[in-house]
């Protein structure tokens, strides 16, 4: 990310500095291995150094962009800019995502900038959407596809029917993932995305630990053949939206129907899809990662600081939009109702279906629809149940009980089906 940053700054200087008015300068690069030169000769920056600390005090600098990631140093780095009075550009969503009003406020305490587009998203302007493009209306609900990697990975096992420890194996040899993927494939980088997005849509702070996550690594083959009999396909979904006077707010692999422009969200890429009270539905598509995609972000971060300090407006836009976010907690995802997929993998035998209905009705649930695709092995075959809307609690009460059946190779997998996309 820091050297597609430095790439552009270097390739695009000369239309940087036509919108701007003056030129862009890096005066300093802070790299644990100074020696290893990763910037084009055109910039050539007066002081290169493995101490963050001397790049923050160095008198030419007047903005820092933090590109290190992480809640550690990363942290110091921020906060040593910020109370040194500099402005900070950052990419870092998990490091935002925890603390991101309260290192905007330390900005405001020393007149300085926090700008930090390039966390949610890569090259997609999501945060100048919903803090100024579409600040005029009110957020009903957020829907997003935020991690490129447990979409590409998703999108393979739905076009090569591939099992998905087969896909991880080379998406990591792709580079696509990383060697402990557990941040992508498990929903966490995800989860810290949605955190800061639904900040700035709904104007609340949310903590990323309470937002309910789940992962992909249990979606297989065979429930995108059971989708596709469904008219849907199955993505990595972040979901935010208003329900009285809460929020519901989960990170989840979800049945989308196929008629939906989200459910044509294929590969790395990433996807945001807005409903506003007034201005209706919005829909936003783009890289979601990678060095360039992301280093216009940065860079954008960077004009945008640099226009404020030059002259300083009157009117600062806040980065999260509000001046000040409410505190707030997610409502209990058992109370979302929802149309939901279930899929089984038992030992066959007389009496399965009667079996898992009874459950489903003690729980007041109702039942949609039963598939089963031809299969040979009758101790491990998959089938599914859909079931009408109902309330998750309901439904994962039911779950519980029914994992406990001794037919049960392992426990049902529960998707919701969005159908309101």
């Not at 609340?204 to 937002?211: G, Q, S, T, Y």
Request: glycine share 10%; with cysteine.
């Amino acid at each position: 990310m820091g050297g597609g940053t430095l790439t552009i700054l270097a390739e695009n200087g000369g239309e940087i500095a036509r919108k701007l008015g003056f030129r862009l300068r890096v005066a300093a690069v802070c790299s644990r291995n100074p020696a290893a030169r990763r910037w084009p000769a055109s910039l050539e920056p007066a002081l290169v150094t493995s101490d963050w600390r001397e790049v923050v005090a160095h008198p030419a600098v007047e903005i820092v962009a933090e590109l290190v990631g992480g809640t550690g140093v990363a942290a110091e780095i921020v906060e040593g800019a910020l109370r040194a009075g500099k402005s900070v550009v950052t990419a870092n969503k998990e490091l935002v995502a925890l603390r991101g009003p309260e290192l905007w406020r330390l900005a405001e305490e020393n007149g300085a900038a926090l700008a930090m587009e390039a966390s949610v998203c890569g090259g997609i302007p999501i945060h100048a959407v919903l803090r100024e493009g579409i600040a005029g209306d009110r957020i009903e609900a957020l829907f997003g596809i935020l991690n490129g990697t447990s979409n590409y990975i998703l999108t393979e096992i739905e076009q090569h029917g591939a099992p998905f420890d087969a896909v991880l194996a080379e998406a990591q040899r792709l580079g696509y993932a990383e060697a402990d993927p557990a941040a992508d494939v498990d929903g966490y980088d995800a989860r810290s995305k949605l955190a800061l997005l639904a900040s700035l849509a709904f104007g609340v702070r949310l903590d990323p630990a309470v937002i309910h996550t789940e992962g992909i690594r249990r979606v297989a083959p065979i429930d995108f053949e059971y989708a596709r009999q469904l008219g849907c396909t199955i993505r990595l979904l972040c979901s935010a939206r208003r329900e009285g006077g809460g929020l519901f707010v989960s990170v989840r692999p979800a049945l989308l129907p196929l008629r939906t422009i989200m459910a044509g969200v294929r590969g790395a890429y990433n996807a945001v899809w807005v409903r506003g009270a007034y201005g209706a539905d919005t829909f936003y598509y783009g890289r979601g990662a990678g060095p360039l995609p992301t280093g216009v972000a940065v860079v954008s971060d960077l004009m945008r600081v640099a226009r404020e300090l030059r002259p300083a407006p009157a009117h600062r836009v806040p980065p999260f939009a509000a001046r000040e976010l409410a505190a707030a907690e997610p409502l209990p995802i058992g109370q979302q109702q929802r149309p939901w997929y279930l899929r089984f993998r038992i030992k066959d035998r007389p009496g399965i279906i009667r079996d898992l209905a009874a459950i489903l009705a003690s729980q007041s649930v109702s039942i949609d629809a039963v598939l089963q695709l031809p299969e040979q092995d009758k101790q491990n075959l998959p089938f599914v149940i859909t079931l009408e809307s109902s309330p998750e609690s309901s439904v994962r009460a039911a779950l519980q009980e029914m994992a406990a059946l001794d037919f049960m190779v392992e426990p049902p997998l529960a998707m919701p089906i969005e159908k309101g996309l």
